[in-house]
């Protein structure tokens, strides 16, 4: 192997990272310092995944994530990456996030077109700082609908406009979507369904709904309320879920933020409804993206055990998955 001034190899798998090159006006710097005050880790953690969509764009194509992030997020990952390939490290940070968007956007644009008409509503649950309603072609006849927090929503359209405003890299805030609407609702309120119609969903249109990063934020109660209004739009018309499940280890992770776990949502979805369901985890062959070089990584190693298992025989460690799930469901399949 041929070796580098750094010390590096020559063939390192994860290319240097960079920062992208970012221009911020001083009202974009504004809005980012307030919200990094004021807001809570909840909220925050929007920010957060957008800086991994940043730092990944050798393989996620998301230009406005950065300017999203705001440069506190971006930095704070690109240290962390920095880190990991001078130690070599075996995952590198941030590979969670860029395999998961990867595998919403292949699932997403794969669901729009099962469609005959190429058409179907899509929601985003927990938005945050999402951009696929600028990024992602296949939602040329979709009417997306981004639901997040109030602030959140605010602030985000706020550094959108006024970086459209100073017309800087203007080709990135062409909507590729049909339209994109912002719904302003906490999901653990009984109205954000009723907020959603009024917002111009349609209840018997083709449906995607789009819940990434966002069930294990909820209590299970809560949670299992959002599941069965999505449940409940099977009956009315065809309708694809595509979520993220944290297994209860994954919970321990932060006591304070994760709460709702599944450990089985490949039995959950279809006790409440949907009729067809597939689970995937990060390093299955639909959810690795050759991103996971290492055979000894984490998740490499997670998926030669069974899931039923708790530790880790190695290392007494809990074994904490990510389950990336698509399940689907129409009037004619749905229990009565
Ligand atoms: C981890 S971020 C994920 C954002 C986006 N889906 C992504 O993958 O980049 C979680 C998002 O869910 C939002 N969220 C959390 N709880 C919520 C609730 N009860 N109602 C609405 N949005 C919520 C947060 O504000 C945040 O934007």
Redesign the pocket.
């Known amino acids: 192997m041929s070796i580098q001034m750094n010390g590096l190899p020559l063939d390192h798998p994860w290319p240097e990272p960079k920062l992208p090159e970012l221009w911020y006006s001083d009202t974009i710097k504004g809005l980012h310092a307030s919200t990094e005050n004021d807001w809570d880790s909840?909220?925050l953690?929007?920010l957060?995944?957008?800086a991994g969509?940043a730092l990944w764009r050798h393989v996620i194509h998301d230009p406005l994530a950065g300017l999203l992030a705001g440069e506190t997020y971006l930095k704070s990952l690109y240290d962390k990456i920095k880190k990991d390939r001078l130690n070599n490290a075996r995952e590198v940070s941030g590979v969670i996030i860029a395999v998961?968007?990867l595998w919403f956007d292949t699932k997403l644009e794969a669901a729009i077109n099962s469609f005959e008409d190429r058409a179907a509503q899509v929601v985003?649950?927990?938005?945050?700082?999402?951009a696929r309603a600028y990024r992602l072609n296949c939602l040329k006849e979709s009417n997306v609908f981004e639901?997040?927090?109030p602030e959140?929503l605010q602030m985000k359209t706020t550094i959108l406009q006024a970086a459209e405003n100073s017309k800087k890299e203007a080709e990135h805030f062409i909507v590729t979507a049909k339209s994109v609407s912002r719904v302003a609702?906490?999901?653990?309120q009984k109205d954000?369904l009723n907020k959603l119609q009024l917002a111009g969903f349609e209840p018997h249109k083709n449906t995607v709904w789009?819940l990434?990063?966002?069930l294990y934020?909820?209590s299970h109660s809560?949670a299992m309320e959002v599941l069965n209004i999505i449940t409940e739009n099977c009956n009315l018309t065809h309708t694809v879920l595509l979520a993220d499940f944290m297994n209860k280890q994954s919970t321990t992770l932060s006591k304070s933020n994760f709460h709702f776990y599944s450990d089985w949502p490949d039995q959950l979805l279809p006790s409440l409804g949907f009729s067809d369901v597939n689970l995937s985890q990060i390093g299955d062959p639909d959810a690795h993206f050759g991103l996971l070089h290492d055979p000894q990584n984490l998740f490499n190693k997670l998926l030669s055990l069974p899931r039923s298992t708790e530790t880790h025989p190695d290392d007494g460690k809990p074994c904490c998955r990510l389950y990336l799930v698509q399940a689907s469901g129409s009037p004619s399949q749905t229990k009565s």
């Open positions: 909840l909220r953690s929007a957060q995944t957008a969509r998961r968007t985003l649950l927990g938005a945050g700082m999402d639901i997040d927090f959140v609702a906490d999901i653990r954000w789009v990434e990063g966002i934020y909820l809560q």
